[in-house]
T-cell receptor, first 112, second 111 residues
Framework: TQLLEQSPQFLSIQEGENLTVYCNSS?????LQWYRQEPGEGPVLLVT?????EVKKLKRLTFQFGDARKDSSLHITAAQPGDTGLYLC????????????FGRGTQLTVWP | GAGVSQSPRYKVAKRGQDVALRCDPI?????LFWYQQALGQGPEFLTY????????KSGLPSDRFFAERPEGSVSTLKIQRTQQEDSAVYLC?????????FGEGSRLTVL
């Protein structure tokens, strides 16, 4: 069993559609991060959520941290081809700041 | 450039060969991390340096894996006697205040 379960694993949609991807766990976390990774690139940090119930917006992306701090969702409004990529959630593990545990990710493809 | 630089970008090795992967972090970043990303997986932590000190190497999968950062800047990840299961993208990240900045990775294929 993975510490972080991401769903769906793959998502293929048309430009202009809305979508939501999920990151779930049975553990409680002090914070959770979302990254986007494009082909041939390293992951890039999108957001860090810290407070249960917190909602953060980044242009057309809306991130929510669950009230119990066990899960998170990422909602994209009016998806564009530039949103294509692997979306990863991650949490800190252990005492080393920067030692992250990543989920397997959701591979999003947005077709024009 | 101003980002994390990794080389080589691609490496093909025959099983049993030794490989060395280089990471040049963002100037001034004290912390440096190595991660391994297998196909279809998220990155997995390998090791962590603070300046030249290797403070956490608990993620290294076997004693064939060795990392160093002798002068607190450039780091090298060495894999001895490569095996097919070592095929993956090796990501380096550096940090100053906690946020990780990743390089583009080195893709290792072991035949």
């Amino acid at each position: 069993t993975q510490l972080l379960e991401q769903s769906p694993q793959f998502l293929s949609i048309q430009e202009g559609e809305n979508l939501t991807v999920y990151c779930n766990s049975s553990s409680v976390f002090s914070s959770l991060q979302w990254y986007r990774q494009e082909p041939g690139e390293g992951p890039v940090l999108l957001v860090t959520v810290v407070t249960g119930g917190e909602v953060k917006k980044l242009k057309r992306l809306t991130f929510q941290f669950g009230d119990a701090r066990k899960d998170s969702s990422l909602h994209i409004t009016a998806a564009q081809p530039g949103d294509t990529g692997l979306y990863l959630c991650a949490v800190l593990r252990g005492s080393t700041l920067g030692r992250l545990y990543f989920g397997r990710g959701t591979q999003l493809t947005v077709w024009p | 450039g101003a980002g994390v630089s990794q080389s080589p970008r691609y490496k093909v090795a025959k099983r049993g060969q030794d490989v060395a992967l280089r990471c040049d972090p963002i100037s001034g970043h004290v912390s440096l991390f190595w991660y391994q990303q297998a196909l279809g997986q998220g990155p997995e932590f390998l090791t962590y340096f603070q300046n030249e000190a290797q403070l956490d190497k608990s993620g290294l999968p076997s004693d064939r894996f060795f990392a160093e950062r002798p002068e607190g800047s450039v780091s090298t990840l060495k894999i001895q006697r490569t095996q097919q299961e070592d095929s993956a993208v090796y990501l380096c990240a550096s940090s100053l205040t906690g946020e990780l900045f990743f390089g583009e990775g080195s893709r290792l294929t072991v035949l």
